[in-house]
């Protein structure tokens, strides 16, 4: 398995918007730093680092211990001999179903030489000259092992941008890194969602938009249309039902079938008024056209049925459903 951090050379993996400022590291700073806590018997990625790639995470986070305190990163101690290093992280892949999921990796190497050499490098110092673009480098979760099993983390030496060395980030990308363990961690996109043209989740907007206001009401302004429709069904857990911002995960989908459409798009015409109703959906419907060119279409399948029309400039229309409207949102 060809691992992701071979292209350490041109991105050290992690980008997020952020403030770049230049470190006031003096070209001793290295010498200066604390060194890393070394902590006794590495076991595993799962293990040590189970949430390493979760989240973005600033290179100054450690990784809870037993006893719930963190390993200090820092400075490499001259008492501590690494001879391998291992990367955790999470990346996402093709699933076996056609879909996508999201997997916890564990890499490790042991021609580390070039990687111990950048990693004793001082931080440079900001000399005021350099631009800083407004991107902020997220770097690995990374481990050095001794041949006792021992383990630390280690401060990777910054730019004048502070941003992890050009010299690291090659070095990076230099070992022979062997994937030692894959573990699924969630599945992202089922093959059923990708088949349908559906994302895998999605809010429940009705629930939304009523729970923060009460929107105009549908009608007048939502005309049948001509552009063809996908259909997505969503199932919300019973227990994030009462949520703020309740998702729902996919259950069916496909384009709408012409002959539905245009009763679907009648329904959703109507002038009922709203009925005064407060029960949580646990299904719903979004309607979107194939095209992504005209307005967001979401139904409650139960519960109040009420229905949402969200045209592009805005200004969201409440509506009132029944059980014809939703059972032509049925099973495409």
């Known amino acids: 398995m060809r691992s992701s951090w071979t292209v350490l050379a041109v991105a050290l993996l992690g980008m997020a918007l952020g403030g770049c400022g230049g470190t006031e590291n003096g070209p001793d700073m290295a010498d200066e730093r604390a060194a890393a806590q070394i902590v006794d018997g590495w076991t595993s990625c799962a293990k040590e680092a189970p ?11 450690g990784t809870p211990l037993p006893s719930g305190r963190e390993p200090t990163i820092g400075r490499i101690d001259a008492a501590f001999t690494p001879v391998a290093a291992v990367i955790c992280g999470r990346e996402i892949r093709p699933g076996r179903d056609g879909g996508q999921e999201q997997v916890a990796t564990e890499r490790r190497a042991e021609g580390i030489a070039s990687l111990l050499t950048a990693l004793r490098l001082p931080d440079e110092q900001a000399d005021g000259e350099v631009a800083c673009t ?11 092992l001794d041949d006792q099993g021992r383990w630390l983390r280690p401060h990777l030496p910054t730019d004048t941008c502070d941003r992890p060395r050009a010299e690291v980030i090659a070095a990076l990308a230099g070992p022979q890194w062997t994937t030692v363990d894959v573990r699924i961690v969630r599945q992202m996109e089922s093959g059923a969602a990708v088949a349908a043209g559906c994302a895998q989740q999605w809010k429940d907007m009705v629930w939304v938009e009523t729970r923060n206001g009460t929107p105009g009401s549908a009608g007048s302004g939502n005309r049948p249309a001509a552009e063809p429709l996908r259909l997505c069904v969503y199932e919300v857990p019973a227990s994030l039902q009462d949520g703020e911002r309740p998702p729902g995960d996919f259950v069916y989908g496909g384009p709408l079938p012409a002959e539905r459409q245009a009763g679907v798009l009648r329904a959703l015409s109507n002038r009922r008024a709203v009925v005064d109703c407060a029960t949580p959906a646990t299904r719903f419907a979004v309607l979107r056209p194939l095209d992504e060119s005209g307005p967001e279409r979401y139904v409650e399948l139960d519960g109040c049925r009420r229905f949402l029309v969200v045209p592009p400039a805005g200004g969201a229309q409440l509506g009132q459903g029944d059980d014809t409207l939703a059972a032509l949102l049925g099973p495409v």
């Open 51 to 61: 949430r390493a790639g979760e989240t973005l995470s600033v290179p100054t986070e």
């Open 134 to 144: 407004a991107e902020m480098v997220i770097p690995p979760w990374l481990a050095l």
